[in-house]
C-alpha cells in the first residue's frame, strides 16, 4: 500500500518565537554564556516539522536527517528569536527546507542554512 502525501507541498511554511534561556546557552566561552549552535539548529528542526505536520497522514511524522546551516551571529540569555522554516522541494518522502533564526526586533540574521527531513511511519 502506498501512502499519498499530496498535502504536502513546496510552500508550506513556519514560525517560531522563543526567548533565549540558560538551556539554549553554552558557557564554555565564558562570561554569562551566549546560544549554543545545537540549539539553534534543534529549533530549526522543530520549526520545519511543525510546517508539515499539520498536512501528513495521522499515523505519520517526520526524521531530520541532513541539516547545513551557518551560524552568523551571537545572541544571549534573554534575547527573544525567530526561527521559521520554508518547504521548498518534495521529492516522495524527501523534503528540502530553508531555515533561519534573527534576533526578535532589530532582524539581526542569527543563522541561516537547509534542513532535509524524510516522512515515515509513526512507531506504535
Request: charged share 20%; proline share 5%; net charge negative.
Amino acid at each position: 500500500m502506498t501512502t499519498s502525501y499530496d498535502a504536502v507541498q513546496p510552500g508550506l511554511e513556519s514560525r517560531m518565537e522563543r526567548v533565549i534561556d540558560g538551556s539554549l546557552l553554552t558557557r564554555h566561552v565564558g562570561g554569562a554564556g551566549v546560544f549554543a549552535t545545537p540549539m539553534m539548529i534543534m529549533l530549526m528542526e522543530q520549526t520545519a516539522h511543525a510546517a508539515v505536520e499539520p498536512a501528513l497522514p495521522a499515523d505519520h511524522t517526520t526524521v531530520g536527517y541532513e541539516v547545513c546551516v551557518r551560524h552568523r551571529a551571537p545572541a544571549g540569555e534573554g534575547d527573544a528569536v525567530v526561527v521559521t522554516a520554508h518547504l521548498d522541494e518534495v521529492t516522495g518522502n524527501r523534503l528540502l527546507f530553508t531555515v533561519e533564526c534573527r534576533k526578535a526586533g532589530d532582524e539581526t540574521v542569527l543563522g541561516t542554512g537547509t534542513h532535509k527531513r524524510a516522512i515515515v511511519p509513526a512507531l506504535g
